[in-house]
């Protein structure tokens, strides 16, 4: 049975690793990824329209609101693969700061795709969804399910893991929009010196251990976006210096985590940031 309107809420992710095997011949970079959802969510509202078409609007006035909105390409894509005849209204309330490595707008698409699934009665399944998911970018089929997953292929190939035992995270990002494709494209991974360890940060998983979690974070792709811009570097430095257990770049960035297994720490770490870097957050893991 369909309904008239639905919420579903799309939260943040963040790479605890991310290797880079070698570009492969389609242009993409072939991953090893090890991700996992943190407490901070744009929600959506979808309402049933009568008339076939799709309409997106925001709280923020820095997102496409057209064809070029992940929510609007994911709405497109369900109704012509269903043949659905009837349109929808997405107000998107958007708290995932933009092109900060976080799949914000991945994680739109992929509630969206959730989202009508139910409002319409389609009984898509979650695997169908996430092969949808992958036509809209690579990040999109691991946020449909969410949890921790491995991620491999360009990113939507996933093997669920054990999530990380429960922690602070503090996330901080710089007023810097940092582009992926340009990220991946001045990554030379033949020349990359220290590749991290999938199969360590699983067992990490597996054997619940905080500690064993912090030391295996890595990212390949945090060498190229601090070289860039070395701000990211001086935030991440600064993070280390405040006490936080953890800390790596997520994605392409420029949000750099603190994992932080204290909550004490957590006062100092957040307002030591917030000294000189606007958008801090301190969350809790979504596990
Ligand atoms: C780096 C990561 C890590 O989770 O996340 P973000 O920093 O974007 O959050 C992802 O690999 C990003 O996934 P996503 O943002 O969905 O990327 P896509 O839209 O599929 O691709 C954007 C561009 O990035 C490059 N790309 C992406 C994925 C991949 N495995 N190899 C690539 O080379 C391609 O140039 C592509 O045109
Ligand atoms: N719903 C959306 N929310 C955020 N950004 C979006 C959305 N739809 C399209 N975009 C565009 O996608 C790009 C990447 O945004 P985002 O998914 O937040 O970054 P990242 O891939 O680094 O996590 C931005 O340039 C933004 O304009």
Redesign the pocket.
């Known amino acids: 049975m369909s309904v008239l309107k639905i919420y579903e809420k799309a939260p943040?992710k963040i790479n605890l690793m991310l290797d880079v095997l070698h570009k492969r011949p389609d242009g993409y970079h072939e991953v090893e990824m090890i991700m996992t959802m943190v407490d901070l969510a744009?929600r959506l509202e979808m309402s049933a329209l009568p008339r076939d078409t799709i309409i997106?609007s925001?709280q923020?006035g820095?997102?496409?609101l057209d064809e070029?909105?992940?929510?609007?390409?994911a709405a497109k894509l369900i109704k012509e693969r269903y043949d659905v005849r009837s349109g929808v209204y997405i107000h998107?309330d958007?708290k995932?700061?933009?092109?900060?490595?976080?799949?914000?707008?991945?994680?739109?698409?992929a509630a969206t795709l959730r989202g009508l699934n139910r409002l319409w009665g389609l009984g898509i399944s979650d695997e169908e969804l996430m092969k949808l998911g992958a036509e809209l970018?690579s990040?999109v089929p691991f946020c449909v399910t969410g949890g921790t997953a491995l991620a491999t292929g360009r990113g939507e190939l996933l093997t669920p893991l054990q999530n990380p035992p429960q922690c602070w995270v503090i996330l901080a990002k710089l007023p810097i929009?940092?582009?992926?494709a340009e990220i991946y494209g001045r990554l030379r991974s033949e020349e990359i010196q220290k590749h991290p360890s999938a199969a360590k940060m699983q067992e990490a998983l597996e054997q619940g251990s905080f500690t064993a979690v912090c030391s295996e974070l890595g990212n390949v792709l945090e060498d190229v976006t601090l070289q860039l811009y070395p701000d990211v570097a001086h935030l991440k430095e600064t993070m280390i210096r405040l006490g936080a257990d953890g800390v790596l770049m997520s994605?392409?960035?420029p949000t750099v985590f603190g994992l932080v297994s204290k909550e004490s720490k957590v006062p100092r770490i957040y307002n030591g940031l917030r000294g000189f870097c606007k958008e801090v957050y301190a969350v809790r893991l979504l596990t």
């Open positions: 943040a744009d997106i925001s923020a820095y997102i496409p070029k909105n992940l929510a609007f390409q998107l958007k995932i700061p933009v092109a900060a490595g976080l799949a914000g707008g991945s994680s739109d698409a970018g990040d929009n940092v582009s992926t994605g392409s960035g």
